[in-house]
């Protein structure tokens, strides 16, 4: 593949895949977990156009695929992800163009909340800008030790608006607009204190991290994490009594499903469940 504008999609289910999809993507898949990789190396995994294109392709092929179970997002090479590409701004300097390009980082944003299966952000290295509001995004999120965050565009005369968004509904407000306003660094224990990530191991520990999740999540019954997280999501944007008859319906649902019978069977019975949906 070309160094342009790449993400790799990896499940853990068959051979490699080669999809169809622009050289900006690759799809591997094995049972049940599918990692999505960023590769743009030599770009610190920055978010250009073309990339924003492949990564919509590869989620809307995810969310057809009933055998994923979970999504890993992951990135090649030093950096997690470092942005929005500025020199391919830079390039493109018409508002029309713009406008185009942050309509389609939020497309992919809100595509990641809207994917069936829980998302989680396997964060190697930075994750500045665009790249620390992809990790905002992604329902679950392990850090390295090493890694760092950072909203840094008003270094560059840019109020980072859109990733204002996602942080914000991560972190609290005076932290997120610290970041916000400074463009300062943070680090993964900082992050994980302020609720940005799950999770912050050894940089050599970070699989084996992301296994516990992965194993603990492909275990439980697929129809109760689908509807779950359908639910979940919705119910944040409502007001509380909303939240609740949204919740409830959800429940009383999923109550009826075969595999909730089944777990409060297993669970009565002192077995393990056989999850079927």
């Not at 850090?143 to 109020?159: C, K, P, Q, Y």
Request: net charge neutral; with cysteine.
């Amino acid at each position: 593949m070309s160094d342009s504008s790449h993400s790799m999609m990896n499940t853990t289910m068959a051979p490699t895949i080669a999809p169809k999809m622009k050289p900006a993507s690759e799809l591997v898949k094995r049972v049940s977990v599918t990692t999505l990789t960023l590769n743009r190396p030599n770009q610190f995994n920055s978010l250009s156009f073309e990339m924003l294109e492949t990564l919509i392709e590869a989620v809307d092929e995810i969310a057809r695929d009933d055998s994923v179970r979970v999504v890993v997002l992951a990135g090649e090479g030093k950096a997690f992800c470092a942005g929005h590409d500025l020199k391919e701004m830079r390039g493109n300097h018409t508002l029309e163009f713009q406008q185009r390009l942050f309509r389609l980082c939020g497309r992919f944003m809100m595509k990641l909340t809207e994917l069936p299966q829980p998302v989680i952000a396997r964060v190697h290295g930075i994750a500045t800008a665009a790249g620390c509001q992809l990790v905002s995004m992604c329902d679950l999120a392990v850090a390295a030790d090493v890694a760092r965050f950072a909203v840094s565009g008003i270094n560059v005369g840019l109020f980072c608006a859109t990733p204002s968004v996602a942080l914000s509904r991560n972190v609290g407000v005076k932290n997120a607009f610290d970041m916000l306003v400074t463009g300062r660094f943070i680090d993964a224990p900082t992050a994980q204190d302020w609720g940005l990530v799950n999770r912050v191991v050894p940089a050599d520990q970070l699989d084996a991290a992301i296994a516990e999740y992965t194993s603990s999540i492909c275990a439980k019954s697929p129809a109760a994490i689908r509807h779950g997280k359908a639910m979940f999501q919705r119910q944040r944007q409502l007001p509380l009594a909303d939240a609740y008859a949204l919740a409830a319906e959800s429940m009383a649902c999923n109550m009826m499903e075969d595999d909730a019978a089944e777990g409060i069977d297993a669970f009565l019975e002192k077995r393990q469940p056989v999850f079927k949906g």
